[in-house]
């Protein structure tokens, strides 16, 4: 009989596998130490050292006050720097982010089970049968823990895996009824995703459209327009107070971070390759840009890539859909982790390529049990995020967040094909 056939089973509990969940992190970052191997690691830190210091948000070299970096991450471990100066303790506070990302997948999962409370929409009864446990709950988590990218991250002071949970704790409100309370804290949560990860600036956008089409759906009405006004307002609040930051101490207007330029000229000059990142050498650009203001050299940069794009029209184009494709490969080359291992490449094709599969798997089974909206709305997002991200450079870790929120739609169709596994199965025995 297969593990996911019964409910007694420890490994179809979806407590259990959270649990196994949490203690796999905790034993890699406990394997894994204090080691800051990569810069970006080292740089989050020394921000977060210099603001529990009380010298503002400055740049460890230049000591300069900078922008560079977005600061949501670098305040949360200057919060866990004022406890203990160890850098075990935001590691392991990744551990119970890592946790949090599987009850709130697990929770959407449900939801998409359920079905939405319009007509258009209605709900999977079939799948929710008391004969037939939902597989799917316990699918969610099997998935995550076959996610070693996302497990890896959780034992580093990169913000993906901090960003990831504030992404789904975003889509777990979005998906409830629309209520002004829910509304407003999603709001909150999404401005503070974008000052954690500015990139999700270019995608909020389609989250308001989707509350407001949402809405629309279910009450076409003045309230829906209203909550998404809500809605925007709550993220631009947010956002607010570190722009005029940076308007008063920058003297130029400055959403995020000023690392636009310099990532959009690693994604397009001369020596940009589909499969290059931020270890590309820009030096004779960089010669220029260290001689210029912060502010100045990010418009520098971004003109210089412009100026590119303009020149070699063609080869733009070859780059980008390059680029486009390799968002979707197993493997970046790094220069700060030297040779990754054949296994770990071998893990991340073997985790990653099912789950696409599953994913269109899922669209296969959409006459017989219609997409929620919010399957179609990660789907777009996943679609949407390969191609702004093939506009820079693409990057494995860049992509976590939005592949953990294919494992819902994953997991609804590991359990359309085992109930219709299983009633074939009936039928014979029959």
């Known amino acids: 009989m297969s593990i996911l056939s019964t409910r007694q089973h420890p490994l179809t509990q979806p407590r259990s596998l959270l649990a196994l969940l ?8 406990a394997w894994r130490g204090s080691a800051l191997p990569f810069i970006d690691e080292r740089e989050y830190l020394g921000l977060a050292q210099n603001l529990l210091a009380g010298h503002g948000y400055i740049d460890a070299d230049s000591r300069l006050l900078t922008a560079y970096r977005p600061p949501g991450y670098p305040f949360l471990l200057a919060g866990l720097q004022a406890l203990t100066p160890s850098v075990l303790l935001p590691k392991l506070l990744n551990a119970f982010f890592l946790l949090g990302i599987g009850l709130g997948l697990r929770h959407l999962t449900q939801q998409l089970l359920r079905g939405q409370t319009t007509p258009q929409t209605p709900p999977l009864p079939s799948l929710l049968s008391p004969q037939q446990p939902a597989v799917a709950e316990s699918a ?20 993906q895996i901090f960003g990831s949970l504030l992404l ?18 999603a709001g909150l949560l999404y401005g503070y995703l974008i000052l954690t990860i500015p990139s999700f600036m270019y995608i909020a956008p389609f989250c308001a459209l989707y509350l407001w089409w949402r809405g629309s759906q279910a009450r076409p009405d003045w309230r829906s327009t209203a909550r998404t006004v ?11 107070p570190w722009t005029y930051r940076n308007w008063q101490t920058l003297h130029a207007f400055v959403p995020v971070s000023t690392n636009g330029g310099v990532n959009l000229l690693y994604g397009n000059s001369e020596n940009t390759r589909y499969n290059t990142g931020g270890d590309l050498d820009i030096d004779a650009y960089k010669k220029i840009g260290f001689t210029l203001s912060e502010i100045d050299a990010d418009r520098y940069y971004r003109q210089a890539a412009i100026d590119w794009i303009r020149q070699h ?6 780059l980008y859909v390059g680029k486009w494709l390799n968002h979707f490969h197993f493997h970046n080359t790094l220069y700060t982790d030297g040779q990754t291992s054949l296994i770990s490449k071998l893990a991340v094709a073997l985790t990653y390529y099912p789950l696409l599969l599953l994913c269109l798997l899922r669209l296969c089974y959409r006459r017989e049990y219609p997409l929620h909206a919010m399957e179609k709305f990660i789907l777009v997002l996943y679609v949407m995020n390969a191609c702004l991200s093939a506009i820079f450079f693409t990057r494995l870790r860049f992509r976590i967040p939005f592949d953990l929120l294919l494992i819902p739609v994953a997991a609804i169709a590991w359990q359309i094909t085992w109930q219709r596994y299983q ?7 029959a």
């Open 22 to 29: 949490f203690c796999l992190a905790c034993g890699l970052i």
């Open 140 to 159: 969610t988590i099997w998935l995550l823990l076959a996610s070693p990218l996302a497990i890896y991250t959780s034992s580093t002071l990169y913000p």
């Open 168 to 185: 789904v704790l975003v889509l777990c409100l979005l998906i409830q009824p629309p209520h002004w309370g829910r509304v407003c804290l």
């Open 230 to 240: 809500l809605f925007t307002f709550a993220v631009l609040a947010v956002m607010a």
């Open 313 to 318: 029209p063609t080869q733009a184009v070859e």
């Open 423 to 429: 009633n074939k199965r009936s039928n014979r025995t």
